[in-house]
């Protein structure tokens, strides 16, 4: 295909964007009913998974990192009225169930401790040795357990011709076959703490200009999630304060969402294209934030060409810095455990686009 001229960039790259948008709406409809279909079979199995629900429209518990890796929280039940712990204790349990000569870890940037006592109500299954270690809601042993529902779950629902466990992984993935690709989901067992801000979170440190007062508040009453996804300590998740984040982006009628697309597309397509690429959706959307916030008035983004480039070269800094914050928990590097060569052949990619952004077009 021929490079379009720089004039052409912003037809070039939104025709693409339509194109992907029918795509990617046909692979999560076949997704979500799947994703249904297994987790209704899990929550009759076991009281403490809910099934995820059904959506005609958008479904906040299937988030798409890539075109073929998505990731989809499934939420947990019997544990209500979240409080922070307040006493910090050591750790000297393993999950094989020995003793440590000395205590383990303190969890660091997005990481905590979940103890069942941090719930005004907590169904007494949590309280089960499957799950639970001196109190503590322990991940992997929450994963262990939710492993063996998702196995069952595929033979029970006769989908083994089309679901499949991708077994080398501590985290719980499947495979499954669409009628266009095949696309790897990650599983992940989800406490969600809706109204509820964790202190970890100092946002915003200051008041800035963007979002605004209103719209900070409004974020913060979505509240958090704490995902499943290492041995000891859960991960604090804001996907339904950013997906309203990214919902009001442009109200003031700017080119915010269109970058933002358009990034993507570039990214998926000649930056960092692949099955499970270094660089996800999810960090895109935090450059974006990020940038919202430095140019926070609307003249900033009047004008696509100079608000894209603006993006990109943001984008190209993280990269080539191997960091990227955080958006509300800024101690935390989003980064941290990217590939460093990877990052470097993405690094180079955007190098060579900012030279002359007629180039590197697919």
């Known amino acids: 295909m021929k490079s379009p001229s720089a004039g052409d960039l912003e037809d070039y790259l939104l025709n693409k964007v339509d194109l992907r948008r029918q795509q990617i709406s046909q692979i999560v409809e076949e997704v ?15 009281l403490r998974f809910q099934a995820v629900p059904y959506s005609d429209t958008y479904n906040g518990n299937i988030k798409v990192l890539a075109p073929s890796q998505f990731l989809v929280t499934v939420p947990v039940k019997g544990l ?36 069942a006592e941090q719930f005004m109500k907590s169904q007494w299954q949590w309280h089960e040795a499957d799950v639970n270690i001196e109190g503590d809601i322990v991940p992997a042993k929450v994963l262990q357990v939710f492993r063996k529902l998702v196995e069952n779950a595929i033979g ?17 993935w499947v495979a499954v076959e669409t009628s266009t690709c095949q696309v790897e989901l990650e599983l992940v067992p989800t406490v969600e703490i809706p ?47 950013e997906q309203v984040l990214l919902d009001q982006l442009d109200e003031d009628g700017g080119c915010r969402r269109k970058c933002f697309q358009a990034l993507r597309q570039m990214k998926e397509d000649v930056w960092c294209p692949g099955k499970r690429p270094v660089v996800t959706s999810h960090h895109l959307q935090t450059v974006l934030f990020w940038t919202c916030e430095k140019y926070p008035h609307p003249k900033d983004w009047q004008v696509f060409s ?15 810095q191997h960091f990227l914050k955080h958006y509300f928990v800024r101690k ?14 993405v690094a180079q990619k955007l190098a060579l686009f900012l030279k002359n952004p007629q180039i590197g077009l697919p």
């Not at 000395?102 to 990481?111: I, M, N, V």
């Not at 499949?164 to 985290?171: E, F, P, Y």
């Not at 100079?306 to 080539?320: D, E, P, Q």
Request: glycine content about 4%; hydrophobic content about 35%; some cysteine.
């Open 332 to 345: 935390s590097n989003l980064l941290q455990h990217a590939s460093s060569g990877e990052l470097d052949t």
């Open 195 to 241: 109204t509820v801000w964790p202190e970890k979170a100092r946002w915003p440190p200051c008041l800035k200009r963007w979002p605004s007062r209103q719209r900070v508040e409004c974020i913060k009453s979505f509240g958090f999630a704490l995902l499943a996804c290492s041995n000891y300590h859960w991960q604090q998740s804001f996907l339904q304060a």
């Open 80 to 115: 209500v009225g979240y409080r922070e712990a307040r006493e910090q204790r050591w750790r000297y349990y393993t999950l094989r169930g020995t003793r440590l000569p000395c205590p383990l870890q303190d969890p660091e940037g997005l990481r905590q401790w979940l103890e």
């Open 306 to 320: 100079k608000a894209f480039l603006r993006l990109v070269r943001k984008l190209h800094k993280c990269v080539s």
């Open 32 to 46: 979500q009913r799947v994703v249904h279909h297994l987790t209704t079979e899990i929550s009759l199995q076991d």
């Open 156 to 172: 029970t629902c006769h989908l083994s011709g089309k679901v499949s466990m991708l077994t080398q992984l501590s985290a719980v």
